[in-house]
């Protein structure tokens, strides 16, 4: 794709919430042998990490996609997802590549364009954001060799103003360049050329590292070599305006596999709809929980029994009466769900809590930067994640198929959902 070319996509559906969550993640290609041979294996992951996350825009980094990739991926997914790929040219399908991931279900992708500023390496994306309100976010995957990033970046600088683009909301990817010692452990400067080329082009489009000036002295980082150095390499920079407009900022080790951590952050610009938390529901895996059901027949035939005693002529008054039975029942009920779904899910949602705030802590530890151990131990908690992470996602995958062999050949709304003639079938979209 030509450096100068844009791409407008359209779409009938015009969805766009009052807040959005973006991310960004190096995905280190698009398989891997741990999820079997096919050549897109990990894009189901990726899939359902946007869902699971609620995220509307993922940047992602060497997605190693083809043409032949990119219509497969597209046959697939392209009922949630809108995948906006840049090739690197030379080597499409085994070298760099870059890609904005929208969701459909979170954005409105109306008049959504992508400009490529350098292929498979750095793409702009204009979106449409409630009523003539556009946000602009910048797709980075820069070189490895320190010695390209001042020409890297003085190219982008230097093409920018011919696409007529203005200035940038979001900067996001995986930089290759650290700009502070205390994003790297042990603690170092990096190249200055390489430093200096990044800050005059943040300087001229004005977008800061809002999380670092927010956390002045945390540590944090999102990659670990294999001599047990640590670096915070994928970063998100912000336009100041919106520094007071972004919030719930998180980075961690997700079920894609990769090298990389996720990075994410909540924008909520100022002045839309508040959007509170809606309605609690019943999660779907626990309607075929026996032992609960078992209890809810219980206090329901209790239920019964009392509302029959209060046909009893003096039995009725303004506090013992059905009304309240029934609103105790429900109460009851719904209490009962939450303690089953706890349980259920209770194991690996805490020790992986635990286990990320074991990981803050040691990043954050006095001897970070002196002690391998220290270092090592790390990368032995982000294993440990990593390995509940994918019983997770293998749980997820085994209840998805078992949906599909008991209702995939029933007329239903599941039937219809993955059935409708107007859109792919993506029954993978649940895995």
Known sequence: MPANQQTIYTNRKKCTHANITLASLNVKGRASPTLGTNMTSKWPIINKTVRDNKIGILCIQETHLSDEHEKQIESLFSRRLLVLNSREPNHPGSSAGIAFIINKEKVNINNAKMTVIIPGRAIALTINWHNEKTIRILN???????????????????????????????????????????????ARFDTEYAIEALREFRTSMNIQDTWRHTHLTTRLFTFTSNTNSMSHLDRIYTSPAHSDSVSDWKTYLCPIPTDHNITLVRFAPPGLPHIGRGRWTWPLSILSDKPLIEKIEKIGIKLQNDIEKMNIPGNRTETENPLYLWEEFKINMNNLVKQTTKSHLAKINNKIKQLQKDIHKTSNAPNIDSSVNRRQNKTILEKEIEHLERKRQKSAHL???AQWSLQGETISKYWTKVNNPKKPRDIIHRL
Not at 145 to 153: G, I, K, Q
Not at 154 to 182: A, Q, R, Y
Request: hydrophobic share 35%.
């Open 140 to 186: 980075i995957y820069a070189p490895n060799n320190h010695s390209e990033h001042p020409n890297f970046w003085n190219t982008i600088k230097t093409l920018w103003p011919s696409h007529g683009l203005g200035l940038i909301d979001f900067m996001m990817g995986d930089f290759n360049v650290t700009e502070d010692p205390l994003d790297r452990a042990p």
């Open 399 to 401: 209840k998805a198929q």
